[in-house]
C-alpha cells in the first residue's frame, strides 16, 4: 500500500528543492540587466545549474546505491536554498555562477536519494505513487517563478534571500522523521549488500538509453519554455514580468496536476503507450501557444504543461524498471543526467537567440516533441530478460 505520510514529507522536500530551480530562469532578466549579460552568458548560468544540478546526478545515485545515505535528505534543499538565496546580493557574473553551482549541488543530492527512498512507499501502483513524490518537485518548479518574482518586485533583487527560509523549515522537518523514512531503505540495502549486481545487458541497455534520449528532450521543450517565455515578454516586447511570471507557472503548475492525473492512467494504459501519446499531443498545443493571446494563451499554454511534464513520474519508474538493482543510479540519470542534458540544449537556444531572435528560439522548440515522440517509438518495454 502507499505510504502517503511518507510520500507527503518526501513531496514537501522535493517541492522546496525545486523550487530554486523554478527560480533561476524567472530571475535570468534581472540577472541580465543587473550584471550586463548577454543572452549567451546568461545561458551559461543555466548550463552552470544543469551541469551541477542535473548532470552529475548519477554520481550521487552511485554513492547512495553503494550504502545508505540517508542524510543526504534533509542537507540537500537547505545547500539549495541557500545557494539560490545568495544569487541576488552577489556584485558579480562569477560570483552568481559560484552561488548556482551550490544550489546545483543541492539539488543534484537530493533527487537520486529522494526517488529511491520514496520507491519503498509506493506500493503495487508504482507510477501513481511515484507520481506523488515527482509532484511535489512539479509544484515547486511552477511555484519558483511566481514566489521568485513576488520576492523581487517586492524587495528588489536582494528579496531572493527569502529563499533560505523554505529550505530551513523542510530540513528541521526531515531531519525530525529521518530514522523512519530511511529504514527501508537500510533494510533492503542490508538484505542485498552480498548480492553480485550484474551489469546491463545489452537488451536493457538500448532501453535505457532511448529513455534517456526522450527525457533529454522533453526536458529542453520545458526548460525551453520556462526560460524564453520570461525571455519573450520581458525583453522582446517590454511586457510585465508578473504576467510573464504567471504564464510560466501556469505551465509548470498544469504539469503538476497532469503528473497527479497522469500517472494513474500510465498504470492503467502501459507507461509506454502512455509515453509516446503525450509526447506527439505536446506537438500541436506549443503551436497553438504561439498564436494565441489573452486567456486562450494561459488555457492553451495549461493543456501543453499537463500533457507534457505528466510523464515525469512515470518515466523515473521506466527507468527503475530498466536497472532494479541499482535504483538510486537509475534516477539519477533519469531526473539528473537527462535534465541536464537538455539543459545544455536551453544554452543552444541562447546562440539561436543572439544570433536570429527570441521569437526563433522559441520557434526552434516547437519540433522538439516529434523528435521525442519518434524516439518513444524504439523502446522495448518491458526490456526483455537477459537469457
Known sequence: MINWKALAILSTAHLITDLNQGALPALLP???????LSYTMAGMVLLFSNLTSSVIQPVFGYLSDKRPMGWFLPVAPFVACLGMAATGVVPSYSL???CVIIFGLGVAIFHP?????AHFFTGDKKATGMSLFAVGGNFG???GPIFSLLLVTSYGLKGTVGLAFPGILIGVILLANLSWLTAPAHTAFTQTKKEVKP???KKELIPLLLLIAIVTVRSWIQLGLVTYIPFYYINYLNGDALYAGKLVSTFLMAGAFGTLLGSPVADAWGHK???SISLILTFPFLLLFYYTQGILLFVVL?????VLVSTSGVTVVMAQVIFPQRLGMASGLLTGFAIGAGGIG????GTIADHWGVPMALKAIFALPLIGFGLSLWVQYPPPKAG
Do not use: D, R, S
Open 199 to 201: 551489469p546491463l545487458a
Open 302 to 306: 495549461a493543456i501543453a504543461g499537463m
Open 141 to 143: 518548479i511552477a511555484l
Open 273 to 275: 503507450k502512455f509515453l
Open 346 to 349: 536551453v544554452t543552444l537556444l
Open 96 to 98: 552568481l555562477v559560484l
Open 30 to 36: 534581472y540577472f541580465k540587466e543587473t550584471l550586463n
Open 113 to 117: 536519494e529522494g526517488f529511491k527512498t
